[in-house]
Structure formats: C-alpha cells, structure tokens
C-alpha cells in the first residue's frame, strides 16, 4: 500500500467515523467501540477489536489504515529528556521529545516535517518544509510512547519540528481527538499550542472554543528585529499578532505564554527586556526565557550568565512572571531549536 492509498482511522474524529459508519449502514455505538479500541486499549490492528462482527473488521481494513510511526532511534540526555526519531510511512523523519520533570511528563511534538519559516535560531526549518503530518501522525508520537513504551504522559505541547497553525487543520483535528472523551480525553488545560505569529490561525484557533493554552514564539519586541529574526514577521507584524493574542486571551480565558530565546548581542539587552516586558504585560503573559541553542549552520550564541541575570532583574522590576529555562536536551540536540530529523546515525 502506498502512502496515500488510504486514510488512517485516527484521521478522524468521532463525529466523523460516527458518520462513516452510518452512511454504511452500521449504528453509531460502533464508533465508540472502535475508538475504545484505538485509544484506550491501543489495540494495534483491525482483527483484534473482537467485539466487532467480523465483517465489519474485514470493511475497516480495506478502508482505512491502524498505523503508528516506526522507531528509528531513541536518545537519552544526561539531564532526562529524551529524543524519539521517528519514520513516517513515506519513509520521512520527524523528532519528539519526552521532557519529563517532578510532577509532569511532557511531549514536545512534532507537526510538519521541516518548517517554512527560516527562523535563524532553529534548525527546524534549515532544511527547508517538506510537508505537513497528518493527524493519525500526530496522535501516533502520542500513542507510540504511551503503548510501547508505558510512559505516562501529562502535558503536551506542540512545540516540536514545524509551525503548528500553518498545518491548523491537521493540527486541529488532532486536538479534538485528544480532547474527546471517547478519544485520548487529555483536558484542554494540558495542552499547548506554539506558534510564530500566524495570525489566521490564532483566529482560527480562538473560533473552534478548544480552550487550549497558546504560546507565542517572540523573541523579539520590535518589527524591525523580530523580522530579521523570524522572516514570517514581516507577512503578520507585531501589531496584528498581539491584537490576536489579545483575542484569543479575552475569549479562552486561558493565560498566555512567551518564548523567548536569548540571544548574545542580538536581542538580550536591558533595553530588549524592558520592551518584552512591555509586550507580556499587554498580553498578561508569563514569559519563558530559553537559552539559544547552537547547531550546525547557525550564528546564533546563547547569552552569557551575567546578561541573563540582567535581563531577568529587568523583568522582574516590572513585575512580569519570568522562568529562566534550562536548557533540556541540548547533548542529544533536543533542546528547543535544535530538532532537525535527522538523528545520530544519519
Ligand atoms: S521556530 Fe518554529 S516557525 Fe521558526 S523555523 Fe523553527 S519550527 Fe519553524
């Protein structure tokens, strides 16, 4: 079978199979079977899901595919986190990553493969974009280290390789089937949905009510370097992103988050801080301070400790809520910015 012969079956929300089913003729509890079977029991093919006649096992195989992300390599850093690549069925990688901490364990995860938007701290998108994953991808990361791996997992940030609202369908969908009670019934409060700035998605994301946390990619609080940093700034500038951030607050309900990657020399001045500050306290947002990763190709340097230190005091005199991150991952280049799907051996 080819890549896009068919659909996998956690393509589709409930509502959707619940449809499919019924224009076949089959009563809607059945839905609820098969999601039983793909989310809860993380049942790994058709013929296993045995309450279900045996025609209707026969009619979903040739239908639809029950597919997860082969394992191509797994890394673990000296600090914990852990690094997954994964091969898709085109044969195509992608990396997520297993960031785990006292009281939580949180997916970073992965949306496209590559990126579109060239930021110059993150190799993500050096290699150029290829294309978009999938929901069943997306929701394979997920299920891959839940069933294989028993890892109980508690946050879930898309974060990983790809800007997640330039694939807001996929994206989307994804996050309904992680929502619903019927599929991985993760509440909206443990999920994170990271993004550059595409102001169509925010909108988008702000009219479908998820309730889903949204953190902004910043690092820069002007135009004028925020597009040198980040070339998407210059389609969506600063003044149109905050005013759908602010929206998206107002009607969530949800408080927003900031990254920030300090930069040395480029954007980690007091003068950078005071303008971040500005932003955060517009935004009501609290501010996450990452350490710049270095990676092949990149100019980019992480700021000194005294600049940070600096640079966080000037936060906190404004009384904005500011985390200096550690950086997680960074020998197995899992850190934010380094996630490129390629591994070590290739
Ligand atoms: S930071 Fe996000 S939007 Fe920018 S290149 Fe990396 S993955 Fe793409």
Known sequence: MGFNDKPDIKDLTPEELRAALEAEGEPAYRAEQIFDWVYKRGAAEFSAFTDLPKRLRQALDDRFGLCLPGLAERQVSKDGAEKFLFRLADGRFVETVLIPARMRQTLCLSTQVGCKFGCVFCASGKGGFKRNLRPSEILGQILFLRDRFRIPLTNFVFMG??????????????????????????????????????????????????????????????????????????????????????????????????????????????????????????????????????????????????????????????????????????????????????????
């Open 161 to 346: 390789m790809g800007e997640p609202l330039d694939n807001f369908d996929n994206v989307a969908q994804s996050t309904l089937i992680m929502n619903a009670p019927e599929g991985l019934g993760i509440a909206a409060r443990r999920i994170t949905v990271s993004t550059a700035g595409v102001v169509p998605g925010i909108e988008r994301l702000k009219n479908l009510k998820l309730q889903v946390n949204l953190s902004l990619s910043l690092h820069a609080a002007t135009d004028e370097l925020r597009s040198r940093l980040m070339p998407i700034n210059r389609k969506y500038p600063l003044a149109d992103v905050l005013r759908a951030c602010e929206d998206y607050v107002r009607s969530s309900g949800r408080m927003m988050t900031i990254e920030y990657t300090l930069i040395r020399g480029v954007n980690d001045s007091v003068s950078d801080a005071r303008r971040l500050g500005a932003v955060a306290r517009r935004l009501n947002a609290k501010v996450n301070l990452i350490p710049c990763s270095e990676f092949p190709a990149s100019d980019c340097r992480p700021s000194l400790p005294a600049q940070k230190a600096l640079f966080l005091d000037a936060l906190e005199r404004m009384e904005i809520r500011a985390t200096l991150r550690r950086s997680r991952g960074a020998d197995i280049q899992a850190a934010c910015g380094q996630l490129a799907g390629i591994g070590v051996k290739s």
